[in-house]
């Protein structure tokens, strides 16, 4: 767009206008007279270019009161030029000032229906709903289902404890949409409780404590990360609200003192001896989960199909989110024909992203969670305790505590079929670990189906 500006704006920004201008041309007016880029006025105010440029544009037509403020302190504006630049902004929302009148007190509601997650949501419902505890994190790889599990914990407690639930996305506090108006609840939050703190903060903070108040309510921070949150304005605000509970999910446990971790398993997957067993195949978690997303007409569990079926949700560990991807596939392909294909290279097939989030996981290890895990990965099957510290050589004490870490993260899980084992290392955490060079087939050739 033109650097022209018309002369009413020149008039508005110098005198004061009779009639207010356009908030986009004075913005742009302020910032050229200054001799300010919009990168430059972006890093003077803290607010992204891509705010400015909307506003500037005309595409944000409700920019926050404290967005003008702070665009009005990097732009050096003052007195009567200040005044007139906020009153063009007359369309701004107010300063945070929520009430459960008027904000939401019901979680978003889930797109679809939740599947094999029973004994999960019942255990943190009584977790959160009827027991003690405050502060809940559940954790797990990218793509285990945390998201889904804290919507369906929210709307239980939201329906049957009649608690308010206060729910906040980190996926939702890109820059730009704070910048240009977002969800005000999930803002709150945001601007009150994460790192690095913006000169917002200590006011979003007060305002979120008054919000919650002695009233017992649910606080849902999902998708935040221990690095990305003040661990003291989070811990003072359980202290300041005493009813208040808090669910987490995130990636790895934030430490703080009465936070109970909760690591989200993968779905459970079929046993070897139920592969020809349609009916008893249909009632596992990760079966119904992929045969509901399917979608093809006509498709069902049948004794042909029902191995290969089996073996695909074994391959992708019962992992919800690539499970979902591979449904997608049965349109084109067979059971049998997708089961290959997912043999050869699973991350072609269900998105690199899957492949990107088990490597960030395993160069995020320390070294000895990494040297045990090496270990664990050449085992075919389940293993115990006893077995990880005949394989490591180390104390019992020191071994279980670093499988427990491993389970923390999601790269182990409880081994899905009865036997003298407890635990099994996810299959595409094995793949990842091994890092087969290119070409040469991800899994080793198994009987066929």
């Not at 995020?364 to 040297?371: G, H, I, V």
């Amino acid at each position: 767009m033109s650097g022209q500006v018309t002369p009413q704006v020149r008039r508005a920004a110098e005198v004061g206008p009779r009639e207010t201008p356009q908030f986009g041309e004075l913005l742009r007016w302020h910032r050229m007279r200054r001799g300010a880029t919009q990168r430059q006025l972006a890093d003077l105010s803290t607010i992204s270019v891509r705010a400015i440029r909307d506003l500037e544009l005309g595409k944000a037509h409700r920019p926050r009161r404290d967005t003008v403020h702070l665009i009005a302190d990097g732009l050096g504006l003052t007195g009567q030029e200040r005044n007139h630049f906020e009153k063009a902004a007359g369309g701004a929302g107010p300063e945070l000032k929520l009430s459960y009148a008027a904000g939401p007190v019901s979680p978003p509601a889930p797109m679809d229906a939740l599947v094999g997650r029973e004994a999960e949501v019942t255990m943190l419902g009584d977790l959160l709903g009827a027991g003690n505890l405050r502060l809940v994190t559940v954790t797990g790889l990218p793509g285990v289902g945390k998201s889904r599990v804290a919507l369906e914990i929210a709307g239980f407690l939201h329906r049957e404890h009649r608690l308010p639930v206060l729910w906040s996305s980190a996926s939702d506090q890109s820059a730009a949409s704070r910048d240009t108006g977002s969800d005000p609840v999930s803002e709150l939050v945001a601007l009150a409780l994460e790192r690095p703190a913006v000169a917002a903060a200590g006011t979003a903070l007060a305002e979120l404590r008054g919000l919650v108040g002695d009233r017992l309510t649910l606080l849902v921070m999902d998708g935040y990360e221990q690095a990305n949150v003040d661990a003291d304005a989070l811990s003072g605000l359980l202290r300041h609200c005493g009813r208040l509970r808090v669910l987490i999910t995130a990636r790895t446990p934030f430490q703080l003192p009465g936070e109970r971790e909760f690591p989200l398993e993968p779905l459970a997957v079929p046993h070897r001896r139920a592969d020809r067993d349609p009916a008893e195949l249909a009632r596992v978690g990760s079966v119904q989960l992929l045969t509901r997303c399917i979608g093809r007409t006509g498709f069902r569990l049948t004794a042909v199909n029902s191995p290969a079926v089996a073996e695909v949700c074994r391959l992708l560990d019962g992992m919800p989110a690539p499970l979902q991807v591979a449904a997608s596939w049965f349109m084109v392909c067979s059971p049998e024909t997708l089961l290959q294909y997912l043999r050869d290279d699973p991350f072609a097939f269900v998105g690199p992203e899957l492949g990107d989030a088990g490597r960030s996981e395993l160069s995020a290890l320390a070294d000895d969670e990494r040297a045990l895990l090496a270990r664990l990965c050449a085992v075919d099957g389940c293993w115990s305790i006893a077995d990880a510290v005949r394989l490591s050589s180390l104390a019992p004490a020191a071994c279980a505590r670093l499988v427990r870490r491993l389970l923390m993260r999601g790269v182990v899980r409880t081994a899905p079929e009865p036997g003298p084992g407890g635990f099994v290392v996810l299959e595409l955490i094995k793949l990842l670990h091994a890092d087969r060079p290119a070409g040469v087939p991800y899994l080793r050739d198994e009987a066929t189906v």
